[in-house]
């Protein structure tokens, strides 16, 4: 024979309240840290102690059996890349609108050296004297940089860029009669000088050359 005892407890706080909650038919918990402290809710902004602080962590899944695509009216977790960061799921491309398309395009004012602003400078090409000819005059603690030149010689002539201590920037250019050469824009330069030297334009006869640069100064 199997005889059963059962007996009331009445659950008091020492104050002498009750900690039953009779609505929920649960007891009363009084969390005093890790939760509300920290653990669940914390400051905007607060600075971050590692080991100390606390906070309440989210996961997901990577890549998987576990993380396929879900049919509409299920729950699941969230998805996670192997860098540990929220999974981003872009779905119907085609139908971004273009309505207001983002126009970019290549700044005239200023080209840049990592953050530095460098503003484009032009130079004439007017010699006829054989030997060095300065184009551009040194700048102090500056390089100066080609980005695009235009060279025309009247008769045969040999040309070359130099660097104002007779350094050659560039190989030796043959013309023709009334031949030259164009440099496209390069934004990052077909040649520059050292620091502290102008640039040169040497031509080994008395033949008259015309043309332009433009340059920067970096």
């Not at 059996?65 to 540990?84: H, I, N, V």
């Not at 779905?91 to 700044?107: D, G, T, Y």
């Not at 824009?185 to 334009?201: D, R």
């Amino acid at each position: 024979m199997t005889v059963s005892f059962s007996k009331d407890v009445n659950l008091k706080t020492p104050d002498g309240d009750n900690a039953y909650d009779d609505s929920n038919d649960a007891v009363r918990v009084n969390v005093v840290a890790g939760a509300a402290a920290g653990g669940t809710s914390a400051t905007d902004d607060a600075a971050f102690m590692s080991g100390a602080s606390s906070f309440t962590p989210i996961g997901g899944f990577t890549g998987g059996a576990d993380d396929e695509d879900l049919q509409g009216g299920k729950s699941g977790a969230a998805r996670m890349t192997s860098a540990r960061a929220i999974h981003a799921h872009i779905v119907n491309v085609v139908e971004v609108s273009v309505q207001n398309p983002v126009i970019a395009a290549q700044r005239t004012d200023a080209l840049f050296d990592n953050v530095t602003a460098l503003t484009p400078k032009f130079a004439p090409i007017d010699v006829s004297t054989s030997g060095a000819n300065t184009i551009v005059s040194t700048v102090a603690d500056k390089k100066i940089r080609v980005l695009n030149a235009k060279f025309i010689a009247v008769t045969s002539v040999g040309s070359r860029w130099e660097g104002g201590d007779g350094s050659a920037l560039e190989g030796r250019v043959d013309t023709v009669n009334r031949g030259g050469y164009v440099m496209p824009f390069s934004p990052v330069g077909w040649f520059e000088t050292s620091a502290n030297q102008s640039l040169v334009l040497f031509i080994d006869a008395d033949v008259s050359c015309g043309g332009s640069i433009t340059y920067v100064e970096v």
